[in-house]
């Protein structure tokens, strides 16, 4: 071949491939997470309001509203509170509910939390989880609070439904056949349950089991499930940072004399289940050993198989965990994690404000003696006919509501 004509068609070949690749390179980046995200960053880091002394006050009037349907319970980061909805996460100066910065995807949020309050990121991170369109939720973004920034990113293998529960150190996802655990640099600590791609398939022992209900609490993840060679079910008590991430570490397994148990509640020391027939509340210590079993002033209604979102509705201030059982509020001891009251009629668990004790009625907010659980009094709230179910937080003197798919603001009146 003479070598013009050869030096032609190299150049040909050349152009062929050049094209070739810059067609692959735009597709690539068309389908990229970076070309369908939208970051807007906030000019000024939020502000927290100032914080609430004192007793409630004898009323509330409601700042604003913005829908947020991607967050079970209000999310305050640092300084922030943040929504969910649709495709969108946005932090929001808690006073007058403006956007400071937002963070857009052309794909699903399925849930959005708080956590890692300790890092050094702006008052902690953010934590937005996408469904990918696959029907897994395997997108996951940490944003600053303060700002909006990014600061990292991984690929859980979560399905919708899950929620990200934060101990403050860690993060768990959970799911019906499968629980991860991850730490402040996104980092995975723990699989347990039905690995999609196991490296080694001896590791899970209980890989066919089911989740009920999942509690992580520091040093321990607790887990009800429910297996096909057991009529009953299990609590597991496991390490949620182990020497290996794919090797869970369990502390102990203990058969439960229910197919209905939900844990509540996992301390270092401790554990506590909530069972029917007839309602009650069993403690373990560390060992998996029964140190109490205590009657319960719940309905029996109130203990499904399985609760919203597999965890248990509670919160709390460090003395006491309250717990929600879908018609009533019972106080916990925080050492002993057996109960102190029970106050029925509630919409939720309870929260401090300033120096009261908060718990969401339908005609408003209840405040509580915290020692014996008497209402004082009553703070009327308007909200939407048939609001069942409604969850408290607090920033500054900015009282949350989570009624539904719609995050309200109150401030004092």
Same mark, same amino acid.
């Given at each position: ?133 696959? /029907? ?36 768990? /996802? ?40 999942? &509690? ?77 079993? &205590? ?22 201030? /460090? ?61 009327? &709230? ?7 179910? &409604? ?23």
């Amino acid at each position: 071949m003479p070598p013009e004509r050869r030096r032609r068609g190299d150049v040909i070949a050349i152009t062929v491939i050049t094209v070739v690749l810059l067609v692959a390179g735009g597709l690539i980046w068309a389908n990229s997470p970076v070309a369908n995200t939208v970051a807007q960053e906030a000019q000024v880091p939020v502000a927290a309001p100032p914080t609430w002394t004192g007793p409630a006050p004898a009323a509330f009037r409601e700042a604003w509203q913005a829908p947020s349907g991607a967050t079970p319970v209000p999310v305050v980061a640092g300084p922030a509170v943040v929504t969910g909805d649709g495709s969108a996460v946005s932090g929001r100066d808690a006073s007058t509910g403006a956007e400071a910065w937002s963070y857009r995807r052309n794909i699903p949020l399925c849930t959005v939390t708080a956590a890692f309050p300790n890092s050094d990121k702006g008052g902690g991170q953010v934590l937005a989880l996408f469904d990918n369109g696959t /029907g897994w939720c395997s997108e996951l973004t940490s944003l600053r609070p303060d700002t909006g920034a990014q600061v990292g990113a991984r690929n859980p293998d979560l399905r919708p439904g899950t929620r990200l529960l934060s101990n403050g150190s860690l993060v768990a /996802g959970t799911g019906a056949t499968y629980l991860e655990v991850f730490r402040n640099d996104l980092v995975q600590t723990l699989e347990y349950g039905d690995i999609v791609t196991p490296v080694e398939h001896d590791n899970q022992e209980h890989a066919d089991c089911t989740n009920g209900s999942v &509690v992580l609490g520091n040093e321990r993840l607790a887990v009800v499930q429910r297996c096909p060679d057991d009529p009953d079910d299990q609590l597991r008590s496991v390490n949620p940072a182990g020497k290996e991430d794919e090797t869970p570490e369990e502390r102990y397994t203990v058969d439960l004399p229910s197919d209905s148990a939900t844990v509540l509640v996992a301390t270092p020391k401790r554990a506590v289940v909530a069972v029917p027939g007839p309602s009650r509340l069993i403690v373990f210590d560390d060992a998996g050993i029964e140190v109490a079993t &205590v009657p319960l002033d719940v309905p029996e209604a109130d203990l499904p198989p399985v609760p919203p979102g597999r965890t248990p509705t509670v919160e709390t201030d /460090g003395q006491r965990y309250y717990w929600w059982s879908g018609s009533r509020t019972v106080a916990l001891d925080a050492v002993e994690l057996t109960p102190v009251w029970t106050v029925p009629g509630t919409l939720g668990p309870a929260v401090p404000y300033g120096e009261s004790l908060l718990v969401p009625v339908p005609d408003g907010l209840a405040e509580l003696d915290p020692a014996s659980g008497a209402v004082l009094r009553t703070i009327p &709230v308007i909200r939407p006919a048939g609001m069942n179910s &409604v969850r408290l937080a607090v920033l500054g003197d900015v009282l949350l509501e989570q009624r539904g798919p719609v995050l309200a603001a109150l401030v004092p009146a």
